[in-house]
């Protein structure tokens, strides 16, 4: 039986998708819709079919653009539904984002069964507008859960390679020093010039104490130092993760749960701008709970000597080491064998 995967607009909405379509993609037909945008690139390079919907987004803040909403989601809408009525999925998941709408209300028009996760703390706009059509709408957050009549708390997919990392082996691939503590530097999928630029203006405290790994994003190049390795991406996270004593992110869901899971020390610096506040949330939450470290966009200067807390502070260090977060990956695929059961679909 075929499941459409949609959701997208950022890697944290294509991410935990690919995680699940990989737990299920020797007992499904599997595809995903989506725009052109960061989607296209992961899917296609994963190697699943991807069928592209134009859908438009909405911006933030008072522009033109936002006029065209209404005529270019009705096109969406339409491009949608043919394709819908093409491939005939048993089940549509969606991982939420301005994306995911045309994909969901094809599927509710045809009585295909819907399933959304959520990843953060307070649910997004697109979660709110798609809720009641989902049969359920699964989230990482118990609290989530609770906002919905048809809300089933499951954890966060993580990706399962990430459990496989070795610190030697990982230190040895990426060509780091055993010398010293590793500090693991990223921004997210396409990396925080804001976070850049901070990092750049402590290197003279940080270096002395620890190597640095930098994940700078394509659009932000770093000069080479001693102890300072960059790299515009990196494809195994598993080793960068493995590679690290301690690191430096923003907050978001997927982000915040990986470092759970692999019991991390971290210092977040949750997005502010642009943002309707999810990071700021997801971080105070972990915060409040003692297993990471917060320090906002103004504090920046104070980078170096967070880092340093970070990596020596002994509480933080025994709420991880007794923390049992492990992945939802699991949870969810049941739920999606069990709706396709429902719906009387074979395997």
Known sequence: MKILFTGGGSAGHVVPNLALMHELRYTHALV???TGGIEERLVTEAGYPFLRVDCPKLVRSFTPKNLTIPYRLHRAKKEALGLMR????GLVFSKGGFVSYPAVWAAAR????????????TPGLCTKLIAKKCRYVLTSFEETAKRFPNGKYVGSPVRKELFSGDKQRALHKLA???NKPVLLVFGGGSGSHVLNEALKNALDDLLPDFTVLH???????????EGYFTKPFEADMASAYAAADVVLARAGSNTVFELLALKKRAVLVP?????????LENAAYFEEKGLVRVLGERCLGELAAEVRAAYTDRALGENLAALNM???TGAIVRVIREVLQEGGASE
């Open 32 to 34: 995903y819709m989506g």
């Open 86 to 89: 093409a491939e005939k999925p």
């Open 110 to 121: 045809l009585g295909i069964p819907v399933l959304t996760h959520e990843s953060d703390l």
């Open 176 to 178: 780091l020093p055993p």
């Open 215 to 225: 994940i700078t994003g394509k659009n932000d190049a770093a000069d080479g130092r």
């Open 271 to 279: 997005l502010e701008r642009g943002s309707r506040g999810d990071q």
């Open 326 to 328: 492990g992945s939802g």
